[in-house]
Nanobody, 124 residues
Framework: QVQLVESGGGLVQAGGSLSLSCAASGRTFSWYGMGWFRQAPGKEREFVTAISWDGTSTYYSDSVKGRFTISRDNAKNTLYLQMSKLRPEDTAVYYC?????????????????WGQGTQVTVSS
């Protein structure tokens, strides 16, 4: 059974930075693409960013491009999300997820395992 545990969420002022981590259990982390999604109150879950199994391909939603950076350390079974220039509209619960393939997929149905989420709140 795969477990994904996010950490690093919190409260930050607009314009600030925050880093999220996602620790994965198991020995197959390096085989799969990984992604970050988020869900704000009253809104549907949305794609944020994804990375391929080897880190060579990444995708970002237009709303975070240029401000967020996804990375991974396969030796540590850990996925990261570096967020900068945060805006109040970035406030959401952030989820990491493991893709069903090694690609950097952008649709939630392409992901088979999800973490429990970590809250990010950006104050204005």
């Amino acid at each position: 059974q795969v477990q994904l545990v996010e950490s690093g969420g919190g409260l930050v002022q607009a314009g600030g930075s925050l880093s999220l981590s996602c620790a994965a259990s198991g020995r197959t982390f390096s085989w799969y693409g990984m992604g970050w999604f988020r869900q704000a109150p009253g809104k549907e879950r949305e794609f944020v960013t994804a990375i391929s199994w080897d880190g060579t391909s990444t995708y970002y939603s237009d709303s975070v491009k240029g401000r967020f950076t996804i990375s991974r350390d396969n030796a540590k079974n850990t996925l990261y999300l570096q967020m900068s220039k945060l805006r109040p509209e970035d406030t959401a619960v952030y989820y990491c997820a493991r893709s069903r393939t090694g690609a950097a997929n952008r649709h939630d149905y392409e992901y088979g395992y999800w973490g429990q989420g970590t809250q990010v709140t950006v104050s204005s």
